[in-house]
């Protein structure tokens, strides 16, 4: 049976989810055991590919102005894995993290429409988190290798979208697992979705 599985990660800074999003997109209990080496599907919300700058707006933090490009963004990425459901797909982030940050601007989405068409393709959402305890020593580990620092001078908001994420989690319709980055493993995920019934289609 061929592997198909679709899994979303989302989470907030410092809980690893494109550390994650990389060794999913390579284990064999979810993409198979290769005899070589090639790419499978990884996208991410967290694209700054509405502006034309680093760290520019995105799919998550778009401008009002930007509304209709961004759901016609998201309608083209769902139709796009309804054309091509027998293949595997890891998404580093996606409407969950653009509700928790528009609800910061005060904007209300409603993904439901979304969510109807990607449970019939198996999606699964992954939530990436970590104790609250926990941030500090992350964020010195992040701040090593960072070219931005400056969005680490606070964890607070970190905690906080935490919260927000958790909350639209349980609203889902989407099948979830919390991945608790400090004790869980890529094989956690694996163990998830096969239990689901998640890795074929």
Same mark, same amino acid.
């Given at each position: 049976?061929?592997?198909?599985?679709?899994? /979303?990660?989302?989470?907030?800074? !410092?809980?690893?989810?494109?550390?994650?999003?990389?060794? !999913?997109?390579? +284990?064999?209990?979810?993409?198979?055991?290769?005899?070589?080496?090639? +790419?499978?599907?990884?996208?991410?919300?967290?694209?700054?590919?509405?502006?034309?700058?680093?760290?520019?707006?995105? !799919? /998550?933090?778009?401008?009002?102005?930007?509304?209709?490009?961004?759901?016609?963004?998201?309608?083209?990425?769902?139709?796009?894995?309804?054309?091509?459901?027998?293949?595997?797909?890891?998404?580093?982030?996606?409407?969950?993290?653009?509700?928790?940050?528009?609800?910061?601007?005060?904007?209300?989405?409603?993904?439901?429409?979304?969510?109807?068409?990607?449970?019939?393709?198996?999606?699964? /959402?992954?939530?990436?988190?970590?104790?609250?305890?926990?941030?500090?020593?992350?964020?010195?580990?992040?701040?090593?290798?960072?070219?931005?620092?400056?969005?680490?001078?606070?964890?607070?908001?970190?905690?906080?979208?935490?919260?927000?994420?958790?909350?639209?989690?349980?609203?889902? /319709? !989407?099948?979830?697992?919390?991945?608790?980055?400090?004790?869980?493993?890529?094989?956690?995920?694996?163990?998830?979705?096969?239990?689901?019934?998640?890795?074929?289609?």
């Amino acid at each position: 049976m061929k592997l198909t599985p679709k899994v /979303i990660l989302e989470g907030t800074r !410092l809980t690893g989810k494109t550390d994650l999003a990389y060794a !999913l997109n390579e +284990h064999p209990r979810l993409v198979g055991h290769r005899k070589y080496r090639y +790419h499978s599907p990884l996208i991410s919300a967290e694209w700054s590919a509405f502006s034309n700058e680093p760290w520019g707006r995105g !799919l /998550i933090n778009f401008a009002e102005d930007e509304t209709e490009l961004a759901l016609e963004t998201y309608e083209t990425w769902v139709r796009l894995f309804e054309l091509q459901r027998y293949y595997s797909w890891i998404v580093d982030r996606f409407h969950l993290s653009t509700q928790a940050y528009q609800a910061t601007q005060g904007r209300e989405f409603d993904f439901a429409w979304l969510e109807e068409r990607l449970k019939p393709l198996n999606f699964a /959402i992954v939530l990436c988190t970590r104790p609250d305890d926990t941030f500090e020593e992350a964020r010195a580990e992040r701040l090593k290798i960072s070219a931005n620092p400056k969005q680490y001078v606070s964890l607070e908001p970190f905690v906080e979208e935490q919260r927000q994420l958790r909350e639209l989690a349980k609203k889902s /319709i !989407l099948p979830v697992f919390e991945f608790d980055v400090t004790r869980h493993g890529p094989d956690d995920v694996a163990d998830f979705l096969e239990d689901n019934d998640l890795l074929t289609l």
